[in-house]
């Protein structure tokens, strides 16, 4: 509803409340964080701060900066697997968006271009000779490698990368949306048309449902298709790429509508309405999805059925994540998810219960087995969608106990995945830690299912969905639109009443959401959405972020650390001086706000949170790990982090040097000043 006849009296009066101190609050219920303060569930609310230190270097928890490799500068999927998956991160990465910045966007791109620089064009030889269809993504890539099917498993009869295409259509246009780069659109967009006509090459159109063959799914290879009397597996209608692919297109139609092609928008749609027609097939009385159809009419997936009579979760929980089914379906399916105990029997949500039937192998082996991979294992990529969907339905406690298990993993520095014993145990204990992307996937889900944020063509949408028990929200670091920070807080319970942008009523709400134009957002907005009888109140006063502490001298303790890595690892006291004067030359002389300048904070950051780790140990204020081979190990983690983070910036700079570009060569000349100083020993701010 459009807020356009209040009267001017009520405007008044809500500037006036505007104006007014904050309401008092006791100090049992006031919660002050680095990246959410609050009153209320003071629990929830040191939960979502602590959600936010995992994506910064901290002293405590690992970061996802730590997951970064200068082969691409960018993301890897963990130290034990080097390249970039699209299942791996799908979760965490369309979770992430919102409110990642630079230099971590910069790093995403890069990785998701390891998928589109090496997409399949029907000529492209990729890992195993594999040749795959024109706009084919994979399982995984790397530089000069690309797997363009599930790469484990039987894989002489997989199927192409059918699902993993359609979430990667998925990210890159989420990112795009988020970003609105023009450029950017230009560049992907032909590429992701592509992609999407690569799945509809599946499509039946007696049904509208999509024809796929072993491990095409998302979580593969735990599909195996049609059996046939010979043994054999033939394709049969997947119900996860409907719900991926209904996802992608919802997405595609914005930014054709962005990039002024209304006709391939109206296709699009077309094509979506129809894909969501076709799902009505591959839904029970009840109202949940089964997993597949076999072109026979044997269904798979159709919980307590003497035949293959499991609940598979993983399409359940991405339709009501991402709103292919409405408001009525997704409660019905989470009535039935709920129902079954044995799907989160520790709190995370498994893949399938009870153990799959209709694999391509048996469950003999241990990889196979119930509760282990792909077969009722946990993985924290669903997790993330789990989460978003307990946002939407207002399971706010299932979030909660969720997230405190993945906690119990963070602070062992134990972020491993897949989650094997279902969900209780670690995939590689041999390791002494483990860090592994899909973990970021439950702490970035717990900030985005906040408000949710539907990233149109030419607005935003934002959807509140706050604890009960949190009475007042603030958010103390910006989400993404295009060009423009928005700083969002709420005040009170309930149905939305009333938002205030900047000082001003705001009139584009309706009880449920707020609808930002893009057009009409200044560069910087401060949004605080009023629920149930709530009254405005002045924001509190913005503490201003303390500069990184200075490096320390070349003879600090500190620096021993660094001693531990191999010689071939380390880099010498007088590069990080220099990372520190390029950081500051670039605030004084640089383009604002770039990806260089971000970068080189993120390893002064790295450096500041290993310092205070050092401190706090020092002062018996973090309890140690377990075993010795494990805290070495992660305190070791810091300086590894650092060096990976510094020869990727040294090497992005570096590669400067000759461009045509004029903003590229003025970084380079300060980086190079930066490197003549630290010789000096000098600095001049």
Same mark, same amino acid.
Request: aromatic share 12%.
């Given at each position: 509803?459009?807020?356009?006849?209040?009267?001017?009296?009520?405007?008044?009066?809500?500037?006036?409340?505007?104006?007014?101190?904050?309401?008092?609050?006791?100090?049992?219920?006031?919660?002050?964080?680095?990246?959410?303060?609050?009153?209320?569930?003071?629990?929830?609310?040191?939960?979502?701060?602590?959600?936010?230190?995992?994506?910064?270097?901290?002293?405590?928890?690992?970061?996802?900066?730590?997951?970064?490799?200068?082969?691409?500068?960018?993301?890897?999927?963990?130290?034990?697997?080097?390249?970039?998956?699209?299942?791996?991160?799908?979760?965490?990465?369309?979770?992430?968006?919102?409110?990642?910045?630079?230099?971590?966007?910069?790093?995403?791109?890069?990785?998701?271009?390891?998928?589109?620089?090496?997409?399949?064009?029907?000529?492209?030889?990729?890992?195993?000779?594999?040749?795959?269809?024109?706009?084919?993504?994979?399982?995984?890539?790397?530089?000069?490698?690309?797997?363009?099917?599930?790469?484990?498993?039987?894989?002489?009869?997989?199927?192409?990368?059918?699902?993993?295409?359609?979430?990667?259509?998925?990210?890159?246009?989420?990112?795009?949306?988020?970003?609105?780069?023009?450029?950017?659109?230009?560049?992907?967009?032909?590429?992701?048309?592509?992609?999407?006509?690569?799945?509809?090459?599946?499509?039946?159109?007696?049904?509208?449902?999509?024809?796929?063959?072993?491990?095409?799914?998302?979580?593969?290879?735990?599909?195996?298709?049609?059996?046939?009397?010979?043994?054999?597996?033939?394709?049969?209608?997947?119900?996860?790429?409907?719900?991926?692919?209904?996802?992608?297109?919802?997405?595609?139609?914005?930014?054709?509508?962005?990039?002024?092609?209304?006709?391939?928008?109206?296709?699009?749609?077309?094509?979506?309405?129809?894909?969501?027609?076709?799902?009505?097939?591959?839904?029970?009385?009840?109202?949940?999805?089964?997993?597949?159809?076999?072109?026979?009419?044997?269904?798979?997936?159709?919980?307590?059925?003497?035949?293959?009579?499991?609940?598979?979760?993983?399409?359940?929980?991405?339709?009501?994540?991402?709103?292919?089914?409405?408001?009525?379906?997704?409660?019905?399916?989470?009535?039935?998810?709920?129902?079954?105990?044995?799907?989160?029997?520790?709190?995370?949500?498994?893949?399938?219960?009870?153990?799959?039937?209709?694999?391509?192998?048996?469950?003999?082996?241990?990889?196979?087995?119930?509760?282990?991979?792909?077969?009722?294992?946990?993985?924290?990529?669903?997790?993330?969608?789990?989460?978003?969907?307990?946002?939407?339905?207002?399971?706010?406690?299932?979030?909660?106990?969720?997230?405190?298990?993945?906690?119990?993993?963070?602070?062992?520095?134990?972020?491993?995945?897949?989650?094997?014993?279902?969900?209780?145990?670690?995939?590689?204990?041999?390791?002494?830690?483990?860090?592994?992307?899909?973990?970021?996937?439950?702490?970035?889900?717990?900030?985005?299912?906040?408000?949710?944020?539907?990233?149109?063509? !030419?607005? /935003?949408?934002? #959807?509140?969905?706050?604890? +009960?028990?949190?009475? %007042? =929200?603030?958010?103390? *670091?910006?989400? &993404?639109?295009?060009?423009?920070?928005?700083?969002?807080?709420?005040?009170?319970?309930?149905?939305?009443?009333?938002?205030?942008?900047?000082?001003?009523?705001?009139?584009?709400?309706?009880?449920?959401?707020?609808?930002?134009?893009?057009?009409?957002?200044?560069?910087?907005?401060?949004?605080?959405?009023?629920?149930?009888?709530?009254?405005?109140?002045?924001?509190?006063?913005?503490?201003?972020?303390?500069?990184?502490?200075?490096?320390?001298?070349?003879? !600090?303790? /500190?620096?021993? #650390?660094?001693?531990?890595? +191999?010689?071939?690892? %380390? =880099?010498?006291?007088? *590069?990080?001086? &220099?990372?520190?004067?390029?950081?500051?030359?670039?605030?004084?002389?640089?383009?604002?706000?770039?990806?260089?300048?971000?970068?080189?904070?993120?390893?002064?950051?790295?450096?500041?949170?290993?310092?205070?780790?050092?401190?706090?140990?020092?002062?018996?204020?973090?309890?140690?790990?377990?075993?010795?081979?494990?805290?070495?190990?992660?305190?070791?983690?810091?300086?590894?982090?650092?060096?990976?983070?510094?020869?990727?910036?040294?090497?992005?700079?570096?590669?400067?040097?000759?461009?045509?570009?004029?903003?590229?060569?003025?970084?380079?000349?300060?980086?190079?000043?930066?490197? &003549?100083?630290?010789?000096?020993?000098?600095?001049?701010?």
């Amino acid at each position: 509803m459009d807020r356009t006849k209040r009267t001017p009296r009520w405007i008044a009066l809500l500037l006036l409340l505007w104006f007014l101190p904050p309401p008092p609050a006791t100090a049992a219920d006031r919660f002050e964080g680095r990246y959410f303060r609050g009153q209320g569930d003071a629990e929830y609310l040191r939960l979502l701060d602590i959600c936010g230190r995992m994506f910064y270097p901290d002293p405590e928890f690992q970061n996802v900066s730590m997951l970064y490799s200068p082969a691409w500068n960018g993301f890897v999927e963990g130290p034990t697997w080097g390249a970039w998956w699209i299942q791996n991160s799908y979760g965490p990465t369309y979770a992430a968006l919102p409110f990642l910045t630079e230099p971590y966007t910069t790093f995403l791109q890069n990785s998701q271009d390891l998928w589109f620089s090496q997409m399949g064009d029907g000529k492209r030889k990729g890992e195993k000779n594999w040749v795959a269809p024109d706009g084919c993504l994979c399982d995984a890539a790397a530089p000069g490698l690309i797997y363009y099917k599930q790469g484990d498993g039987r894989i002489d009869i997989h199927d192409w990368g059918m699902e993993f295409t359609a979430a990667g259509v998925v990210l890159q246009s989420e990112l795009l949306l988020v970003s609105r780069d023009r450029g950017a659109l230009r560049h992907y967009l032909p590429l992701l048309e592509r992609s999407v006509e690569f799945i509809e090459s599946r499509r039946d159109p007696r049904n509208n449902l999509f024809l796929v063959g072993p491990a095409g799914n998302l979580l593969a290879p735990s599909f195996a298709g049609w059996k046939q009397p010979d043994g054999t597996f033939r394709p049969a209608y997947l119900t996860g790429l409907s719900v991926t692919h209904i996802a992608a297109l919802d997405r595609m139609i914005e930014l054709e509508t962005m990039a002024g092609e209304s006709r391939k928008a109206d296709r699009y749609r077309a094509l979506r309405d129809s894909a969501r027609r076709g799902l009505r097939a591959m839904t029970t009385e009840e109202g949940y999805l089964i997993k597949s159809l076999d072109p026979d009419g044997t269904r798979h997936g159709v919980f307590g059925a003497p035949r293959h009579g499991y609940l598979e979760a993983v399409c359940n929980h991405d339709a009501i994540a991402f709103h292919v089914a409405d408001d009525e379906q997704a409660g019905k399916i989470f009535r039935v998810l709920s129902s079954i105990r044995g799907l989160r029997p520790n709190d995370l949500i498994l893949t399938n219960y009870p153990g799959l039937d209709d694999m391509y192998t048996g469950d003999r082996e241990w990889l196979w087995s119930f509760g282990t991979w792909v077969n009722g294992g946990h993985w924290t990529t669903c997790e993330a969608r789990m989460i978003l969907a307990y946002y939407r339905l207002g399971a706010f406690e299932d979030a909660r106990r969720s997230f405190r298990k993945m906690l119990g993993y963070a602070r062992q520095f134990r972020m491993d995945n897949p989650l094997v014993d279902f969900g209780n145990r670690v995939y590689q204990p041999k390791q002494p830690i483990n860090c592994v992307y899909d973990n970021w996937g439950s702490p970035a889900a717990m900030i985005r299912g906040l408000f949710e944020y539907f990233y149109r063509a !030419d607005h /935003l949408e934002l #959807r509140p969905h706050i604890p +009960p028990g949190i009475t %007042r =929200l603030e958010q103390r *670091f910006p989400i &993404r639109f295009g060009s423009k920070s928005l700083y969002l807080s709420t005040t009170g319970q309930g149905p939305v009443t009333a938002v205030v942008l900047n000082g001003k009523a705001w009139r584009h709400f309706d009880s449920r959401s707020v609808t930002l134009p893009y057009s009409q957002l200044p560069d910087r907005t401060r949004l605080q959405i009023l629920l149930g009888n709530a009254s405005a109140t002045r924001p509190e006063k913005e503490k201003r972020e303390s500069p990184a502490p200075p490096l320390p001298a070349p003879k !600090d303790p /500190l620096w021993d #650390r660094f001693s531990s890595l +191999p010689e071939s690892s %380390r =880099l010498p006291v007088s *590069f990080f001086q &220099r990372v520190e004067n390029f950081e500051r030359l670039m605030k004084k002389r640089g383009p604002s706000e770039s990806y260089e300048g971000s970068h080189a904070r993120i390893i002064l950051a790295t450096l500041a949170a290993m310092q205070l780790r050092h401190k706090l140990q020092s002062e018996q204020k973090l309890p140690p790990l377990p075993e010795v081979a494990s805290q070495t190990a992660a305190d070791r983690s810091y300086p590894e982090a650092a060096v990976r983070l510094g020869k990727g910036l040294q090497k992005v700079l570096e590669s400067y040097a000759g461009t045509p570009d004029r903003g590229r060569r003025q970084i380079l000349a300060l980086w190079e000043e930066a490197g &003549r100083m630290a010789s000096s020993g000098k600095y001049q701010p």
